[in-house]
């Protein structure tokens, strides 16, 4: 009897607390800096060309099989603006199988890829949610704007696993 | 049959799961009831395999942490650590010092956000309206904040690296966490004044279920299933891994091994993990956080094996991790606590109520993701 | 009977159907906001302002939902039982009055006529566990008639003392004998009685064990979909509300409270004390669903067979001493606060003869060294 007097007392207390519901679409959980949100490809400005010159390497390291890149030649090379020879072709990320375990980022060794804040990612068909290269580097620049990431030819490479937007803490 | 009053009953079977409330996901029992009686039991796993073990081979180190991340898929950095700690034995090295004490304090929040889910979870099982479920949930939400400043991630965080951890905690670290911790005594306090001592929470789980402190070492069981039967077997003292010979904290033990004990060992098991968290916080030094390996984590282990077992939230969490020298394990094999304690319940549960049958199931505290892997 | 008697009976019904309804539209919203506030939540909060129209659009779901019938189901027993429990639902309601004059009709043995019918759902839940063919409802369904049966009698008896003490069935009789003083206070043990037993009988946490969706999943009404499961809920509901309404005529005065003298305004004065009453009841029962675990299938039944049976008996004893002897009011109340206090002295005493609180023990490990 005192035991359950004790828990109508506890639910009483609670009743009269403030709620602590968010109300998810209209206001937002702060989102903490590191948050590993979906990978996207992001803009070298100072060139203005994408940073991925294509070389595979996340392809090859992600543990879900979700990337897939090819290279070209860099037109731009050609005409000495820029240092890179290559460039990427075609950029593709099936974000429903991501896992947003961040190893691409790790392994890029030109700063060209980075996870974003993004996570609210939702489609009713099977085929929705690839995010082709336009969509990457629409959500990578969006993103670069937000967390001031500058990107140039020859950034050296930031200590393993810090993803860039940590400046921006 | 004739039943033992000369009444012809027959005993039915009653297939709970895998699409039940209250088989904490995918579990399957197969129940042979007699009224509201349970004669038999039978429990159906594998509807969650997924090959982790296998995967294992073909991915390398540092993809197998992401592997590792949904096996226990609520208490992540445990199982995390416990895989880099046999890389490591492998490889002969051992993380810096402060990247120890962060590991600790992670895998601790860790165990009280893993118990404050069975709390919640079990508060359903007896039957209270969705209340301690919110109540744990509250609770979990701040220590997943922590989780998310520090990793990234809500809940597959991939941040304990062979050799270290992936990055430097953030400034505020220390008076953050400190203030979880003190939210948190609070919270554990209304979650204990609402169910612990409540007598229909009484009824429901005393003397229901129980296992002698024998039974429970024949079955192999381990963690908050074993201490409660009175067994005083915790890893974190037996064979002190981390920083855990650094501290000061109680084992708390069950005297009956019913479903009470184990909900109250676990309930006491938060209140030892804050204190280890503080006196870990008081403690830690600065310093670097990774020892230098293979670029990017993608470690070569020389050829051998190696066997590292941990306290998780759920019991004694093994790997066995064989290696040829290559860029992936030859063989990873994973000792499932969920697994072990899960054989426990044939038993247990033979001769009780349905009712109990759910009490009981929710007691032992399974993750699907582990047991079938 | 004449054609315009007739037709004042199918307005009146129809009227009325709408009326709990509506009722019972507002009771869900109503516990789901309460509900939330206890778990530190907000509640529906999308549809309209606050959630209102929340119920309203959880009755369209339900009504566009489809209708499903589990294909080796018993089909005549599977569609009529949710009728049987629905009716004596609605029927209970006749007699009811909300005030001294608005009440659909009136009977002289109200309290019997609503005990009566109200036990015929009990057939309803057993219909629906045993048509749909499914082995969860036919165990909920065999819960649900044990409980129902086992409650009717603490239920019937508690209420014999108040009837007793007002000497009538009349629920106006009743009503107006609390001149006075109201019957909680002469009564005490007989309210508790009824809001257990009560509790027991709607199914309402932490009664709700013929239902229960960690143990059967839904029980009886686990293969109803759409509008036949709408309908079972509406009855649920009904009937919380007809036994808060009910605790509020016979042991908190009914509509009794500060009222202009006559007229118009009076009754609705008086309906608004009703529902003054009416609602802490519901917000007392809503407020133990939050908070109490759920019982054990036999625990409820040594609850209702060796608890509550004997102190509702023994109430009647000496409610008839009291009004065989003339005793004074205060005795009454003194002889049941006592009997109260016995049977909970009694239960404790076996309780802890039987076993004390659990005991515990902890191994202390300093710096990696168990200590003891």
Request: glycine share 8%; net charge neutral.
């Amino acid at each position: 009897m005192i035991g359950l007097l004790r828990a109508m007392g506890v639910t009483l207390k609670t009743m009269l607390r403030k709620p602590v519901t968010v109300q998810y679409p209209d206001a937002h959980l702060p989102i903490s800096p590191r948050m590993l949100g979906f990978p996207a490809l992001l803009w070298d400005s100072a060139v203005d060309e994408p940073a991925c010159v294509g070389c595979k390497v996340c392809e090859r390291y992600c543990p879900t099989d979700c990337i897939s890149v090819t290279m070209k030649d860099n037109p731009l090379a050609k005409e000495g603006k820029s240092t890179r020879r290559k460039m990427v072709d075609d950029f593709q990320i099936r974000l429903e199988r991501c896992i947003l375990c961040g190893i691409c980022v790790e392994v890029c060794n030109f700063e060209a890829i980075a996870m974003t804040d993004y996570h609210e990612q939702a489609d009713i068909s099977r085929g929705g949610l690839l995010a082709t290269k336009d969509d990457l580097f629409r959500m990578g620049r969006d993103f670069q704007q937000r967390a001031g990431i500058k990107v140039t030819p020859g950034t050296p490479k930031l200590e393993a696993a810090a993803p860039p937007k940590e400046g921006s803490a | 049959m004739a039943g033992e009053r000369g009444v012809e009953t027959v005993d039915m079977l009653l297939n709970m799961g895998p699409q039940h409330p209250s088989t904490h996901g995918v579990f399957r029992m197969i129940l042979k009831v007699d009224g509201e009686r349970v004669e038999d039991a039978e429990a159906v796993v594998g509807y969650l395999h997924r090959g982790s073990e296998k995967l294992c081979e073909r991915e390398n180190y540092r993809q197998i942490i992401t592997l590792f991340d949904r096996l226990d898929y609520i208490s992540n950095f445990n199982n995390e650590l416990v895989f880099c700690l046999a890389a490591e034995k492998l490889m002969g090295i051992e993380a810096p010092e402060r990247a120890q004490y962060i590991r600790t304090i992670m895998c601790e929040l860790n165990r009280i956000s893993s118990h404050m889910m069975f709390y919640g979870a079990y508060g359903t099982d007896v039957g209270v309206f969705a209340t301690a479920f919110m109540y744990g949930f509250r609770e979990r939400e701040v220590i997943q904040q922590v989780f998310e400043a520090v990793s990234g991630a809500r809940m597959m965080h991939s941040y304990i690296r062979v050799g270290g951890v992936a990055q430097e905690v953030p400034a505020d670290f220390v008076p953050r966490v400190r203030a979880v911790l003190s939210g948190l005594k609070r919270g554990i306090e209304e979650c204990d004044r609402l169910l612990t001592r409540n007598e229909i929470f009484l009824g429901r789980t005393r003397g229901i279920g129980v296992l002698s402190a024998q039974d429970a070492i024949d079955y192999g069981c381990s963690g908050p299933v074993l201490r409660a039967s009175g067994v005083p077997l915790d890893v974190r003292a037996a064979e002190p891994y981390l920083v855990y010979d650094r501290f000061t904290f109680d084992i708390p033990l069950g005297k009956s091994g019913d479903c009470w004990d184990r909900y109250w060992v676990r309930m006491e098991e938060m209140r030892q993990s804050i204190s280890i968290i503080e006196q870990a916080l008081t403690q830690m030094p600065e310093g670097a956080i990774q020892t230098p390996v293979a670029k990017f984590g993608f470690v070569k282990p020389p050829k051998g094996d190696a066997y590292v077992r941990a306290e998780n939230p759920r019991g004694d969490f093994g790997v066995y991790l064989v290696s040829e020298g290559k860029e992936t394990p030859y063989r990873v094999k994973i000792r499932a606590p969920s697994f072990c304690n899960l054989m426990a319940l044939r038993q247990m549960v033979r001769g009780s109520y349905l009712a109990d049958a759910v009490v009981i199931l929710g007691s032992l505290d399974i993750v699907l993701g582990e047991v079938d892997r | 009977m004449s054609w315009t008697d007739l037709g004042w009976i199918v307005l009146s019904v129809a009227i009325f159907i709408g009326f709990i309804t509506v009722v019972v539209l507002a009771l869900t919203y109503a516990e789901r906001k309460l509900i939330a506030r206890v778990q530190q939540r907000i509640g529906p909060m999308r549809t309209g302002p606050f959630g209102l129209l929340q119920p309203v659009a959880d009755a369209i779901k339900l009504l566009a939902k489809e209708d499903l019938t589990p294909g080796r189901s018993d089909k005549a027993t599977f569609w009529i039982a949710p009728v049987v429990v629905f009716v004596p639902a609605f029927v209970a309601w006749v007699t009811i009055p909300f005030t001294r004059d608005i009440a659909i009709r009136n009977l002289e043995f109200g309290i019997l006529f609503i005990m009566a019918v109200s036990g015929v759902s009990v057939a309803g839940v057993l219909m629906a566990g045993f048509g749909s063919f499914n082995k969860y409802a036919a165990l909920g369904g065999l819960r649900a008639a044990a409980q129902l049966m086992s409650y009717e009698l603490p239920l019937v008896v508690g209420v014999l003392g108040v009837v007793m003490i007002a000497g009538s069935m009349d629920l106006r009789v009743i009503v107006a004998e609390q001149d006075a003083v109201w019957y909680i206070a002469l009564q005490p043990v007989a309210f508790l009685l009824f809001i257990i037993a009560g509790l027991a009988e709607v199914m309402r946490p932490p009664f709700d064990i013929p239902v229960a969706e960690s143990e059967v999943a839904g029980g009886p009404f686990i293969e109803y979909s759409g509008m036949h499961w709408s309908m079972f809920s509406l009855a649920e509901y009904a009937n919380t509300f007809a036994v808060a309404v009910l605790a509020a005529l016979l042991f908190l005065g009914g509509w009794r409270g500060p009222a202009p003298e006559s007229g118009w305004a009076q009754d609705m004065v008086q309906a608004l004390w009703l529902l003054v009453k009416v609602s802490g009841m519901l917000a007392a029962m809503f407020w133990l669903r939050t908070t109490i675990p759920r019982l054990r299938i036999d625990q409820l039944m040594a609850v209702a067979w060796k608890g509550l049976l004997p102190v509702a008996f023994l109430n009647v004893l000496l409610t008839a001493f009291y009004l065989y002897y003339g005793w004074p009011a205060w005795t009454i109340t003194a002889m049941s606060c006592g009997v109260m206090g016995g049977a909970v002295a009694l239960y404790y005493r076996r309780r802890s003869a039987r076993r004390g609180m659990p005991e515990t023990a902890r191994v202390r490990v300093e710096r990696g060294r168990v200590v003891g």
